[in-house]
């Protein structure tokens, strides 16, 4: 008995690897789907076991596939070479493994009657997975001087030198010392947690090898590629979209992204934020919209294949919100990619047209919210995309979201109940749409596009504090008072710090790398060198002019 | 179809496939806007992952151009990966107007192929220095292959292949991109009076 923690593809085996450096090989055979007209020549091929024909549908209709069974995964290279092949996606290891009940990250009872899950879909692995992290003064970078290490997310190492790590899963941020069953360099992926990456391997049911160096559109593809292999649709290693012909009116309409409101720049008392739900991915399943049911109609549609693979990751993130947040965060990143995915012209699953209803159905959903608001007596403050800020009272909020849930399918839930909000001019004095700030009940910040990824720490530390500053306001009236006194003295207290002697302050990072301002121009900060204070004082005022405006 | 240059229209009036290149990007956006809505009623395939067409630049053009309708004139579809042009480029019955149907830089013989399998008239408006591709881009299937360049206060047209017309070249004023010649603004300056 043990966790799957990877597997090897043999000949006519796989070896797999268990927990604890363990591994077993267990017999099996791959499959491979292929469209070919003379199935007999497939014998010719030495690795083939068995050939069966099998009907399958596929986005142009019925076809006859032929399932080739191969004792040597190696096969796949010459049929991709010579034949059109079709499911390629999950891995024929994978589709293998799955038959097997070898499902990774699973407990798994291996004997000689058989192999049998032990724990559920939604059981986070007893493994040992540890993180290997490099940081310097500046902060987390692949090439600080110094080593954090955590075991199962807890810290374990602090130090200088180059740790020996070893454990089921380790994932390393530069040159390290490991030994472990699978080892991902983090300096060639997205920077997401190990917790999550294993995340997304039990939810696509693919191995953590085959997924951890692709983007999150890889797990996605693999998520609703089981799902088509279920129902035996065949989809194609290249799909061909041919775009329904559209009108120059037709593609106006279509052709547009989620609906945006421009504010009205001011603060103003007593609001509430309202957000639908997962919007997209909820409008994929509740619409039921995928690229094999475009020329289904409106009405006898069988459930899309995007809506079902979509529909589990929406349950599965619901239960994980309740068990652990950072499981849920990996599965809400994988709904968040399965809009552009939609879309994207490579994807397997994508085609534009699904794309634009999906961004029509959203443009329609927020203005009947918009519509509903008005007509309750609601006044609108702002609205973006999937969130709208309105001021009135809460009773007639709540009706306005069951309203809008029994309209639309959508449900509407209160993101932020603010004391008071504000919506910024931007340098033209004209509002701003993405940009926000308030305090919520309960006297936190809530802000969006504020404070910025790419700023020198010296800014962002000053915004926070002006804003922490405007938070002891509960009323909108009383934080402009605050932001009124205490602007003059806090811009003075930071332009101080541009000229002094604090190297972190200075530290802006740009696309992960860490830059600093020298009298000479940009340089990279893994040393300091000096800074230019003039420049942070010119950028601390420009700031504070700024704010200035907002609370005007 | 038309380009709404006469003299142009008169060269490649009797090709079935006609190319317009230019290195300058701006140049032949705004040239292939104009004949598209000089075309009208037309069908059009843009190739390529974004952008491409102006629909509120084709609406503004038509209006000066005197042209009612123009949304419910022009049909559109868009290809965006290599292997879907191909495939758009046949499901197209009549005359066509192609968008840089080269710009993956790839399977220049299946796309070369499908123009030149097509029955109807075909204009092609491509980005880049095709005279550097030669045939290997396709360059055997055109009729006429005509070059655009900008020039001071205006642009040129160069034939550089026609089996008609030997190698020459016309001069316009920018301007004759944007309103028609004949009409001019004299119509919009007396509105009013």
Redesign the interface.
């Known amino acids: 008995m043990g966790y799957v923690i990877d597997a090897f593809p043999g000949r006519g085996s796989i070896k797999v690897i268990l927990d604890s450096f363990r591994s077993v090989n267990v017999k099996t055979t791959f499959p491979i789907y292929v469209k070919i007209e003379n199935p007999s020549v497939l014998y010719d091929h030495p690795n083939v076991v068995s050939v069966s024909e099998e009907d399958w549908r596929s986005f142009e209709g019925k076809i006859k596939l032929y399932r080739v069974e191969v004792d040597d995964v190696s096969a796949l290279d010459y049929f991709k070479k010579k034949l059109t092949l079709y499911n390629t996606i999950p891995s024929p290891l994978s589709q293998a493994m799955i038959r097997l009940n070898l499902l990774p990250f699973r407990l798994v009872d291996i004997s000689w009657n058989g192999i049998q899950l032990i724990s559920s879909h939604l059981d986070f692995p007893q493994i040992k997975f540890v993180e290997l992290r490099r940081y310097d003064w500046f902060g987390y970078s692949e090439s600080g001087k110094y080593y954090r290490v955590f075991v199962n997310g807890k810290p374990s190492y602090d130090g200088e030198g180059i740790p020996r790590v070893d454990g089921d899963v380790v994932y390393c941020e530069g040159p390290c010392i490991a030994s472990a069953s699978v080892f991902i360099d983090r300096a060639s992926r997205p920077p997401i947690s190990l917790k999550e990456l294993i995340e997304r391997s039990l939810a696509s049911k693919a191995l953590l090898r085959e997924i951890a160096y692709s983007s999150v559109g890889k797990a996605l593809t693999i998520n609703e590629a089981w799902v088509a292999l279920s129902r035996k649709f065949a989809v194609p290693s290249i799909k061909i979209n041919v775009e329904n012909l559209k009108s120059l009116k037709k593609l106006r309409e279509a052709d547009r992204a989620g609906l945006t409101l421009f504010p009205r720049a001011g603060l103003y008392n007593e609001a509430y934020q309202l957000d639908f739900v997962s919007m997209y991915p909820s409008i994929i399943v509740n619409y039921n919209i995928s690229p094999e049911l475009l020329d289904c109609g409106r009405s006898n549609c069988p459930l899309g294949i995007v809506p079902e693979a979509l529909n589990d990751l929406l349950e599965r993130r619901e239960i994980l919100k309740n068990i652990d947040k950072e499981r849920a965060d990996a599965i809400k990143l994988m709904l968040v990619a399965s809009f552009g995915y939609l879309g994207y012209r490579n994807s397997k699953f994508g085609r534009v047209e699904t794309y634009e209803a999906v961004t029509n159905t959203a443009r329609k959903a927020l203005t009947k919210v918009i519509m509903t608001a008005r007509d309750l007596g609601l006044t609108v403050l702002h609205g973006i995309v999937d969130s709208i800020v309105v001021q009135g009272p809460r009773d007639v909020i709540e009706r306005l979201m069951d309203e809008i849930s029994m309209d639309t399918g959508l449900q509407l839930r209160i993101d932020a109940e603010f004391d008071w909000v504000a919506f910024t001019p931007n340098l033209s004095m004209e509002p701003h749409p993405q940009r926000y700030f308030g305090r919520v009940k309960g006297g936190k910040i809530k802000s969006k596009g504020v404070i910025k990824r790419n700023q020198p720490n010296l800014v962002k530390w000053f915004l926070e504090d002006l804003l922490n500053e405007a938070s002891k306001g509960a009323r909108a009236e009383d934080a402009k008072r605050i932001v009124a006194d205490e602007l003059p003295a806090l811009t003075e207290r930071y332009v101080k710090i541009c000229f002094s002697d604090y190297p972190l302050a200075y530290v802006m990072t740009i696309r992960g790398v860490p830059f600093i301002r020298g009298t000479w121009g940009f340089y990279k900060a893994y040393e300091y060198r000096g800074h230019d204070p003039y420049y942070y004082e010119n950028y601390v005022k420009r700031v504070s002019d700024e704010v200035r405006r907002w609370f005007l | 179809m038309k380009t709404g240059f006469p003299e142009v229209d008169d060269i490649i009036a009797y090709d079935a496939i006609t190319e317009f290149f230019s290195l300058d990007y701006n140049l032949l956006f705004s040239f292939y806007h104009k004949v598209i809505v000089e075309s009208a009623p037309i069908?059009l395939l843009l190739v390529g992952?974004r952008g491409g067409l102006n629909?509120y630049s084709?609406?503004q053009l038509a209006r000066v151009l005197g042209i009612s309708n123009?949304?419910?004139?022009?049909?559109?579809?868009?290809?965006?990966?290599v292997?879907?042009v191909p495939?758009?480029i046949s499901?197209f019955k009549g005359e066509l107007i192609i968008v840089d149907p080269y710009h993956h830089g790839k399977f220049i013989d299946e796309i070369a192929a499908s123009i030149k399998e097509r029955g109807s008239r075909t204009l092609i408006f491509s980005f880049g220095n095709r005279l550097n591709y030669k045939s290997t881009f396709g360059w055997h299937v055109a009729s006429s292959i005509l070059e655009l360049k900008e020039t001071k206060g205006g642009f040129k047209v160069r034939l550089i292949k026609s089996p008609a017309f030997p190698e020459f070249e016309l001069k316009y004023p920018v301007g004759a991109l944007y309103y028609d010649e004949k009409t001019g603004l004299g119509p919009w300056l007396t509105l009013g009076l």
């Open positions: 069908d992952e629909p084709l609406t123009i949304d419910d004139k022009i049909f559109v579809r868009r290809a965006f990966k292997e879907d495939a758009s499901s």
